[in-house]
């Protein structure tokens, strides 16, 4: 029995603790349903047609809110204006990307390793310059590049020509 009572004593006390924990990090988040410990909202998700819950639950919480899935929190946008809002008034606020932990795994934490793809903030915009003047010093993006090519493959084809198949 008294196993039983400390079994007990010990998931109350997680679930308390698990509540506790959600409730401090939502005074920052929109608002959005109340999640269950662990499994968030993910019972309130509507596998088979998701545009439709999240269609139902912007009509009670707005275009912006918050639903968690598992334990972490993901702001919804939902509707034409709360997306250009975001992406287009304030840009700079939403340029970052989350963290992608199957591609730090793989890189081991290496940050050089991730390069334009899974970097983020000043690092990526560094990266990006560099692959944009790259490319261009190659002559990406100018008209003259295709017409090297395609002399290229005239001269190519003329000494194939010669060969008569041999």
């Known amino acids: 029995m008294d196993l039983f009572l400390i079994l007990v004593l010990c998931l109350s006390c997680l679930l308390l603790l698990s509540l506790w924990r959600q409730s401090t990090g939502r005074q920052t988040l929109p608002p959005g349903p109340t999640p ?18 999240l269609t139902n639950l912007s009509k009670v919480y707005g275009p912006v809110f918050t639903l968690y899935l598992g ?26 990307r989350g963290s992608f932990p199957v591609a730090e795994k793989a890189n081991k934490g ?35 590049i295709e017409d090297r090519v395609q002399e290229e493959a005239r001269s190519l084809i003329e000494e194939l020509r010669k060969t008569k198949g041999g």
Not at 36 to 53: E, F, H, M
Request: proline share 3%; aromatic share 8%; hydrophobic share 40%.
């Open 71 to 96: 334990l972490e929190p993901t702001v919804v946008l939902h509707g034409y204006e709360a997306v250009k809002e975001a992406l287009i008034d304030h840009g700079e606020e939403f340029s970052g």
């Open 110 to 144: 290496y940050d050089r390793c991730a390069g334009v793809i899974f970097s983020n903030g000043k690092r990526w915009k560094e990266i990006r310059h560099f692959s944009l003047m790259t490319l261009r010093n190659f002559g990406m993006g100018k008209r003259s």
């Open 36 to 53: 269950l410990p662990i499994i968030g909202n993910i019972l309130q998700i509507d596998v088979k047609d998701i545009s439709k819950t």
